[in-house]
Structure formats: structure tokens, C-alpha cells
């Protein structure tokens, strides 16, 4: 079953999302829970659980871009859509990690086309193996557990994981090749990034992962890494 949450300051248009929400799973023989809340504090106090949100961005109190930062602060992953009439809204949206966004007055088709989309990303992946050589050998590693390559000053190559680091002796053209072309990014001549992994990014300060690391982001890399970031999240 999915433990959905809405979360807007207007019944009216709290009503007509779970209405279109109960429609979806009707219609795809999908088991749902939906829990709605008028405010950000009050689904702060119940975020837990929750497979994906829908959040208003402009509620009275707290707006839905605080919301979400403070749900991102307690290091909660859940997929966020963010509804709002304003795509001024966006760019700020997708620093603590957009899932998609849906305009008012809802149109049952959006939905529909996002929920498709949450479901799809959900399945769990196929696993993948690669190869690493290191000057001790060779290293097989789980694709999807790399977060990040990074150029060394003695032009090795940092292969960052979940919970460790490989040193490389191959290219990072080499080693970007063999992982998912979908998920790792440029975003400097000096490494690439696994868009699963990103937790925040600014154009002043780079990427932050959701390990902590903070990595380079090159100016004239901006643009393409937020259409790469929000096309990865929409598709999962």
C-alpha cells in the first residue's frame, strides 16, 4: 500500500487532489493511504512513513519550500511534488529535490502522469557489477552504490561509494563509461556525480551528496546539471 500525504492550505483544493488521487487508484487497482494536512508544521509532525508528498508551495506559515528544506534537514528522502501556479517557484523547488510539480487548477491527466512515474521509480533496479582497477588489483563494486568520480592532484581518480573510497588508476572518461549513463553527470572537468546522491546543491557553493561530500560545480555546467537533475527524478 502507498501512505501518500497532501499537504495545502485549501480544502477545496485538498478535496479535489484526493478525490483525483482515489480515482488513480481505483482505475489501476492500486492500494492507497492518503493523509491530508492544512500546513508544513502539521506534516512536519507526521512526515514519517510517507512514500511520496504533495506540497503546496505558497501556504500561510511556513511555505512549502521551507517545508521541504526542514524534511531534507531530517535527512527524509521521501519524493516531494510540489504544487504551485508559479514556475518562479522551480529553481528554488529543485534544491532540496523535486520529484515534479503539478499547476493548479489540477488537471487529472498531470497526476495520473506523475504517479505513473512515482511507481515506475519505486521498482528496485536491476543490479550492475563493474570493474575498478586500482594498483592493487581489480575491485568489483555495485554501480549503483557510487556516488561520485573525482580527479586526484596526482590524476588518480577518487571512486567515492556509499560507505567507502577506491583509488583508480583509470581515466575518469574510463570510469564515468562503465556506470549508468543516466544517473552519473559532468559538473566539473574534475568529476562526475551520481544524481541519486544529490542532496542540495547552490551555484556558489556546488553539490552536497547525501554522504556529506561537497563537490565542484562548474559555472557553465549550471544549467545542464538542473535539467539532468530534474529529468533523473521525474524518471527515477
Known amino acids: 500500500m502507498l501512505n501518500i500525504a497532501i499537504c495545502d492550505d485549501s480544502p477545496d483544493d485538498r478535496e479535489k487532489l484526493y478525490n483525483v488521487l482515489k480515482l488513480y487508484a481505483a482505475k489501476n487497482n ?12 502539521e506534516l512536519l509532525s507526521n512526515i514519517n512513513d510517507r512514500d511520496i508528498v504533495f506540497l503546496d508551495i505558497e501556504m500561510d506559515g511556513i511555505n512549502g519550500i ?12 521521501v519524493p516531494i ?3 504551485t501556479s508559479y514556475s518562479k517557484y522551480w529553481r528554488s523547488a529543485y534544491k532540496v529535490h523535486a520529484f515534479d510539480f503539478i499547476s493548479k487548477p489540477y488537471i487529472e491527466g498531470d ?13 528496485v533496479p536491476e543490479t550492475i557489477k563493474v570493474q575498478i582497477d586500482t594498483e592493487n ?11 561520485y568520480l573525482l580527479i586526484q592532484k596526482k590524476r588518480s581518480v577518487i571512486v567515492g561509494m556509499t560507505d567507502s573510497e577506491i583509488i583508480s588508476t583509470e581515466t575518469l572518461i574510463q570510469l564515468a563509461e562503465k556506470l549508468d549513463s543516466q544517473a552519473m553527470f559532468q559538473i566539473h572537468r ?19 551528496l547525501q554522504t556529506g561530500i561537497w563537490l565542484p560545480l562548474a559555472r557553465q555546467r549550471q544549467d545542464e546539471f538542473l535539467y539532468a537533475l530534474s529529468k533523473y527524478l521525474r524518471k527515477g
Open 81 to 83: 511534488v510540489y504544487v
Open 111 to 123: 497526476i495520473f502522469s506523475v504517479m505513473d512515474d512515482f511507481i515506475a521509480s519505486a521498482k
Open 66 to 77: 521551507e517545508t521541504a528544506q526542514r524534511i531534507r534537514s531530517m535527512n527524509i528522502t
Open 190 to 208: 574534475s568529476c562526475y556525480v551520481n544524481l541519486r546522491y544529490v542532496q542540495n546543491y547552490s551555484k556558489t557553493d556546488g553539490v552536497v
Open 30 to 41: 492500486t492500494e492507497i493511504n492518503i493523509t491530508a494536512f492544512s500546513g508544513g508544521e
Open 137 to 147: 588489483g581489480t575491485v568489483i563494486v555495485d554501480a549503483s552504490q557510487v556516488c
